[in-house]
């Protein structure tokens, strides 16, 4: 994928990944140290909307998905997460209830980091409240950006932008040439907001028309360009 493209495929995916990149390494080296490590296995919440944070979370290793629960119990999500990235600070900072949900989409190892060993680092280190604010704003223009965008899209056109972003995602994830995206297809059919037999119907179809290719779970992505024109994200 180009640079101009993954520029424009910012507005849609989280930057929190980088937020322990660019504080200070003592101070990285010490939040990392005060971590509890935790594993959860593929399905299994790591906390649910509603409930109030007792602490962060980093995600050392695995994919883990943001999502919100309608009324009839169905899943929307939101998001995936990936290595790097920080979970649940938000509701933290704002003493507010989780807005939404996380589980893990595979076997996850995250490291568990209390509330008061985060507020009082967020206290005494401005670089650390830069990071969390930029993250911050950053997260309020995707919501934004997701928000207008897929509302103005077909089930076609959102399905080719949610696969360009999981490509980098899965890039970013497995940092190989091969980008293989494996998500079940209930998860992708939510992240879409289509049901799960349209989604398979049009995946069926991208893949005749040679611009996926489907091996079991596993979609690739093989012409990035006509999935960026059949978007329109741009």
């Known amino acids: 994928m180009e640079t ?3 520029i424009h495929l910012e507005k849609f995916t989280s930057k929190s990944d980088s937020i322990f990149k660019n504080i200070p390494s003592d101070l990285r080296l010490f939040l ?4 509890i490590d935790r594993t959860y296995k593929k399905g299994q919440p790591i906390f649910l909307e509603g409930s109030y944070s007792a ?4 995600l050392k290793e695995g994919l883990v998905k943001k999502y919100k629960t309608d ?20 509701a933290l900072l704002c003493n507010e209830p989780y807005p939404d949900s996380i589980a893990a989409v595979e076997t996850s190892s995250l490291g568990f980091l209390p509330k008061e060993v985060f507020l009082k680092a967020t206290n005494e280190s401005n670089a650390l409240m ?9 997260e309020f223009g995707v919501m934004v950006n997701s928000v207008m965008i897929f509302a103005h899209m077909s089930v076609r056109e959102r ?10 995602k899965f890039r970013r994830k497995d940092k190989s040439d091969l980008v293989e995206i494996v998500l079940s297809r209930e998860d992708l059919a939510n992240m879409v907001g289509t049901a799960t037999e349209t989604l398979v119907r049009l995946l069926q179809e991208f893949k005749k028309e040679e611009i996926i290719g489907i091996n079991g779970k596993r979609i690739s992505v093989l012409k990035t360009k006509a ?8």
């Open 4 to 6: 101009n493209d993954l």
């Open 32 to 35: 990392e140290s005060q971590m």
């Open 55 to 58: 602490g962060i979370y980093y």
């Open 71 to 90: 009324h009839a119990g169905k899943e929307h999500i939101l998001s995936l997460c990936s290595e790097g990235e920080l979970l649940g600070y938000s």
């Open 130 to 138: 830069s990071c969390l604010l930029s993250s911050l704003s950053h």
């Open 159 to 168: 399905l080719a932008l949610t696969l360009l972003i999981l490509s980098e």
């Open 227 to 234: 999935l960026i024109e059949m978007s329109k994200f741009y």
